[in-house]
């Protein structure tokens, strides 16, 4: 079993930036699609952003979309979350996961990941 944890999760301002990175125990790192998600107490897990196994396509949330961008350095076996412009809305514990099957392209729908790290929280102040 893969093991994720996250860093980067932090106290911001509004319209401040931060980048979350997860690394990823093992050697199969490369061949797995990856993902970031983020959830509020009371409230349901939600996709936030997604990466092809070979980093080549990428899916985001429409939240989130032109603000944050996921990155990945498979040599690193690190995966990434670029966050600008945030805003007290994305405040949230974030998230990473790795998608149940190998090889494929960048899925957002949360049921298709079966590991996932202990998470890091983003608080975005207003």
């Known amino acids: 079993q893969v093991q994720l944890v996250e860093s980067g999760g932090g106290l911001v301002q509004t319209g401040g930036s931060l980048r979350l990175s997860c690394v990823a125990s093992?050697?199969?790192?490369?061949?797995?699609?990856m993902g970031w998600f983020r959830q509020t107490p009371g409230k349901e897990r939600d996709d936030v952003a997604a990466?092809?196994?070979?980093?080549?396509?990428?899916r985001y949330s429409d939240s989130v979309k032109g603000r944050f961008t996921i990155s990945r350095d498979n040599g690193k076996n690190t995966l990434y979350l670029q966050m600008n412009s945030l805003k007290p809305e994305d405040t949230a514990v974030y998230y990473c996961?790795?998608?149940?099957?190998?090889?494929?392209?960048?899925?957002?729908?949360?049921?298709?990941?079966?590991?996932w790290g202990q998470g890091t929280q983003v608080t975005v102040s207003s």
């Open positions: 996961a790795r998608k149940n099957m190998a090889f494929g392209e960048a899925i957002t729908n949360a049921y298709e990941y079966d590991s």
């Open positions: 093992g050697r199969t790192f490369s061949r797995y699609p």
């Open positions: 990466i092809s196994w070979s980093g080549g396509s990428t």
